[in-house]
């Protein structure tokens, strides 16, 4: 898996998609490219690099976050969302919620996104930025049915469970932990727009 000390640093902003890759600086992608050999499902798209214990990923261990963490890792989407900085908006919108009521947001945001079984618009319904929520879902590979399928083994034609559910709260959970540590837990008082406060004279 990738060490992470050696790409820890802030990312530029990226055009970076689900199946973006870098393959020299050991990002990949793990989503089953179509018409490839079953043997080789579970491996980079790429360049095939079979970097994933999946059976231990797909257990669902809350208890194992930091291993299924440092697996997301190797995925460039995943690792992209862990490393880039949070856009003002999202960083703005965390601060007037506090960490209480944002972690408390978590649970409705997954099921309106992720909680019904696959739909026609599956893999656009969690923008990229804009709430610290989005971040955590693509880091986090719950973001769409399909990135929960391969990386989370949850079927894409039912709606999901509640312990699925729970599952899916502590990742998104576990991100914003790592990302936000000093976020306040009640809400901050929000700094008036100076361009909408000033009067006309």
């Not at 689900?18 to 020299?24: A, G, I, L, P, Q």
């Not at 992608?29 to 050999?37: A, D, E, N, T, V």
């Not at 989370?152 to 034609?157: A, Y």
Request: hydrophobic residues 30%; proline residues 4%; charged residues 30%.
């Amino acid at each position: 898996m990738t060490d992470d000390a050696e790409l820890d640093t802030p990312m530029p902003r990226l055009k970076v998609t689900c199946t973006s890759v870098d393959c020299e600086k050991n990002l990949h992608c793990f989503l089953k490219k179509r018409g490839m050999p079953e043997e080789l499902h579970g491996t980079c798209r790429a360049c095939n690099a079979d970097l994933i214990n999946w059976e231990r990923v797909h257990r669902r261990d809350a208890t194992d976050q930091k291993f299924v963490f440092a697996a997301l890792k190797n995925e460039m989407i995943r690792h992209y969302m862990w490393h880039i900085d949070l856009d003002s908006d999202a960083l703005r919108k965390a601060q007037a919620k506090g960490k209480e009521k944002l972690y408390n947001s978590v649970s409705t945001r997954l099921r309106s996104s992720i909680g019904k079984a696959q739909g026609a618009f599956d893999g656009r319904q969690t923008p990229m930025q804009g709430n610290a929520i989005y971040y955590a879902q693509h880091a986090t590979a719950t973001c769409c049915r399909k990135c929960l399928n391969y990386w989370h083994d949850i079927p894409t034609d039912r709606a999901l469970t509640l312990a699925e559910l729970a599952y899916c709260e502590q990742l998104v959970i576990g991100y914003l932990e790592d990302r936000l540590p000093d976020l306040d837990p009640q809400p901050r008082a929000q700094q008036p727009n100076k361009k909408r406060s000033s009067r006309r004279r």
